[in-house]
Structure formats: structure tokens, C-alpha cells
């Protein structure tokens, strides 16, 4: 580690963690903005978790991302968590205050929200139903960055009803005694068994599950009575376009792949920790789509 003042470091953990694009991600940003600092890998075993966020400060670190299987884990190993962080019951970027202590914040819904409105500036949260594949942490993220944007109807639809159920049960009781535009979220659960009918009359469909990915089988379900002008996400980018993303263009569905969740998420991390708000640009695209 440089000794220099103005040095500053932050990394990721995970585990395992030399899959991660984050290090090139936010490389390329020190470089661009000639700031001097690194971005590592951290790999870290969940038994050692507590004693590496301890480290982070006697390590001059001033923060990290946290990647699977951190995010939960690490909840109550911080000293203070961001309220949208809470709601999504993880946390994927942590920041070493003046003092030592942690804060803990979750940007995957930012990165979501932005991704979308790179690929169709005019969309909005509220424009229709939205039907959620997935009820695992993705979701969580994907559904409070609705909620928190104005969405008023997030079905969730999982394999496992009970999932489901569950997750839509928490929402209501957290949404009902919001303050903000989650106020106005209702959410509920979809029976698997109906999956196909129900993408009649979205304005939105997500894929938050791993279906789709590498080798992974494409998520099933029917586009057929999917409206024309639905937009269609897919927060996997690997590959890019995933089965669903290809069965969506070739109806002429507008779409949105996972790479700009990615790319998007990173950029209020990196303000947090090095003061500069970050863009993503076609050439810091092209540099991570030439890793996948």
C-alpha cells in the first residue's frame, strides 16, 4: 500500500471472488480521473467475515463492496445501515467513516433503476403492473428500487410459492408504513402454476433468478400474452442476451440485459469512497463486455 495521503484503497469480497468485473470497473475510473488508489479482490471465507470488516480501517481501506455470500451476512456486522440497505435485508457496499465505524448501504437498486432508464429514458415505475421472476436477494433489491421509484402493482412469482407468499407478506407490512413513494406499492404473490398468464397486462418483466445464465436452462415462461410494448429485463449478463432477452426482441418487446445493473451500481460506491460521481461510458462498456 502507498504511503501517500491522498491514497486510498477499497476492494471486494466475496467468496470465491476472482469472477469479479468490479476491479476493472473501478480501475478504469481511478485511471480516468488520475486518482491515486486501487481496487482489489478481497477474497474472504464467511467464517472470517467479522474479523475482515475489522480489518478494513487499521488496513487504510476506505471501503468495499461485499458480493455473494456477504451481502446478508454482513448486516450486523456494520455499525449503521442505510434505510434502503434495510429494506433490502443486505448490503453490498460499505464505508469506513472518519472514525473507524462502518455504514452500510445497498446500491444493486440504483444500479437497476439506471440501467433501465439507460436503455429507454422515458420509462417509468409507475406506468403499469410489473411482474418479478425471482424471490430471492436480487429480487428484494429490484422490488424496493420499484417501490422507492413509484411502482404501484410488483407481482412476484416464484417456483417455490411459498417464497413468494412470504416475500409479498413482508412488503405489504414494510410499504404500509412507508413515508416515501413506497407507500403506494402494493404487492402479491403469483402461483407458479400461473406464471404464463401472468404476464398479460405488464408493463414490466423481470428476471431476477438465475435462469438464463451460462449454462443455466432460459427462465420458463410464455411471452405469449406478454403486451407489445412491455419492457422486458433480464438482470443476468451472462451472456448479455439471455433466452428471455431473445424471445423479447423477436416479438418486439423493448428490452433491458444485466450489464448496466452492474455497471451502475458501482458508481455511487465509488463517489463514496474516492469524491468522484463516475459515468458510464461506451469505452468502460466495451472494456467489461470484453471480459464476459
Given at each position: 500500500m502507498s504511503t501517500h495521503p491522498t491514497y486510498k484503497l477499497a476492494g471486494v469480497m466475496g467468496w470465491p471472488i476472482a469472477h469479479s468485473r468490479s476491479p476493472a470497473i473501478h480501475n478504469y475510473w481511478i485511471q480516468q480521473h488520475q486518482l491515486k488508489g486501487a481496487y482489489v479482490l478481497l477474497p474472504v471465507d464467511p467464517v472470517n467475515l467479522k474479523d475482515a470488516l475489522k480489518g478494513?480501517?487499521?488496513?487504510?481501506?476506505?471501503?468495499?463492496?461485499?458480493?455473494?455470500?456477504?451481502k446478508g451476512m454482513a448486516l450486523p456486522l456494520v455499525d449503521r445501515i442505510d434505510a434502503t440497505a434495510k429494506r433490502m435485508g443486505a448490503i453490498n457496499t460499505i464505508v469506513v467513516e472518519e472514525d473507524g465505524s462502518l455504514s452500510g448501504y445497498n446500491n444493486d437498486g440504483f444500479g437497476y433503476i439506471q440501467s433501465l432508464l439507460d436503455a429507454h429514458p422515458l420509462w417509468r415505475a409507475d406506468a403499469g403492473p410489473i411482474l418479478v421472476m425471482g424471490a430471492g436477494g436480487a429480487a428484494r433489491a429490484v422490488i424496493v428500487s420499484l417501490a422507492e421509484q413509484g411502482a404501484k402493482d410488483i407481482r412476484i412469482c416464484n417456483r417455490t410459492d411459498a417464497a413468494a407468499q412470504t416475500?409479498?407478506?413482508?412488503?405489504?407490512?414494510?410499504?404500509?408504513q412507508a413515508t416515501d413513494l413506497a407507500k403506494n406499492a402494493v404487492v402479491t404473490a403469483v402461483p407458479w402454476a400461473q406464471r404464463h398468464d401472468a404476464v398479460a397486462g405488464v408493463a414490466l418483466l423481470v428476471n431476477t433468478t438465475s435462469q438464463g445464465m451460462g449454462s443455466n436452462s432460459a427462465l420458463d415462461v410464455s411471452l405469449a400474452q406478454l403486451p407489445s410494448q412491455a419492457l422486458v429485463s433480464d438482470i443476468v449478463y451472462i451472456p448479455q442476451e439471455t433466452p428471455l432477452l431473445t424471445a423479447a426482441k423477436a416479438r418486439g418487446n423493448p428490452t433491458a440485459g444485466g450489464l448496466g445493473m452492474l455497471l451502475h451500481q458501482a458508481r455511487p460506491a465509488f463517489k463514496s469512497w474516492f469524491g468522484v460521481m463516475p459515468e458510464v461510458t461506451p469505452k468502460l462498456r466495451k472494456l467489461v463486455e470484453s471480459t464476459l
Open positions: 478494513l480501517s487499521a488496513l487504510g481501506f476506505a471501503g468495499c463492496n461485499l458480493t455473494i455470500p456477504h416475500l409479498a407478506q413482508e412488503f405489504t407490512a414494510d410499504f404500509a
